[in-house]
């Protein structure tokens, strides 16, 4: 076996990832097709290196399955300094799990959800952050009711499952938009007024009106959606530095 082929079988082997769904040498191919074999095996390296913090969850397969998820949606991106891909991995992750709760917790306890969140992680370390983390989600990777509803969703989008057609395709222009922005918790404020005229530039060209409930439900959402960015931000800098993590503001 090459020393390529070793990582990825490690990879797949940790997270229980059957043969024919295990796609991610497709992925490492396509986004590093131009790289040499020493750098594909660097990335695979910090991906080993990130999988490593789930150690404990790794008989949750569903759990593993979504960590799965978030490693080849990460690599779709090409970085210009491959060192960045420990950062990615993990605010990527801390995203989607972020997201995959509340999607749980049936969208009615968004807020709540939020500020348990960095109440609790704001001044954990990686590991206990990931731990606290991976043990809020365990009852939900369990509930096989959850399971089956979202097995076909891959994406992030399974926060969308509850919206009729329009009100998906105004999320996922929003996802876009908010993915394209530079965002910081320092100018969370100018952001959210930017994202409330995107908002409403997309409900004119979605012929939604302001007049309904879905108008006022979807204005939640999508603020709902910059806070789960904003929510992981702070994350991140409670990881990175020693000092208290600069509030979400409502």
């Not at 695979?44 to 990130?50: A, C, H, P, S």
């Not at 979504?66 to 801390?94: H, R």
């Not at 979605?206 to 204005?219: G, H, P, R």
Request: aromatic share 10%.
């Amino acid at each position: 076996m090459t020393d390529l082929g070793s990582k990825y079988s490690e990879i797949k082997s940790f997270l229980s990832i059957p043969d024919d769904r295990f796609d991610l040498e497709e992925t490492i191919n396509a986004t590093f097709e131009s790289e040499s074999e020493d750098k594909k095996l660097y990335v695979l390296g910090k991906v080993i290196n990130f999988i490593t913090h789930f150690a404990m969850f790794k008989e949750i397969k569903p759990f593993m399955n979504s960590v799965f998820i978030c490693i080849k949606k990460t690599l779709e991106i090409k970085t210009q300094n491959l060192g960045d891909y420990d950062e990615l991995l993990i605010k990527n992750s801390l995203m989607r799990f972020v997201q995959e709760y509340i999607t749980y917790s049936n969208l009615s306890q968004k807020e709540e959800i939020l500020n348990f969140i960095a109440r609790s992680f704001e001044k954990l370390q990686l590991q206990p952050l990931i731990i606290n983390l991976g043990l809020l989600l365990k009852p939900m990777y369990s509930d096989n009711e959850y399971l089956n509803k979202i097995k076909d969703y891959e994406e992030i989008e399974v926060t969308y499952i509850l919206n009729d057609e329009n009100e998906v395709k105004i999320k996922k222009e929003i996802d876009k938009w908010l993915e394209t922005q530079e965002l910081t918790l320092e100018n969370q404020n100018a952001t959210r007024e930017q994202l409330l005229e995107k908002y409403d530039q997309l409900v004119g060209e979605y012929n939604l009106s302001k007049e309904s409930k879905s108008y006022q439900k979807l204005i939640k959402e999508v603020e709902e959606m910059l806070a789960m960015r904003l929510t992981v931000m702070s994350l991140m800098e409670s990881i990175d530095e020693s000092f208290e993590p600069i509030p979400i503001n409502k």
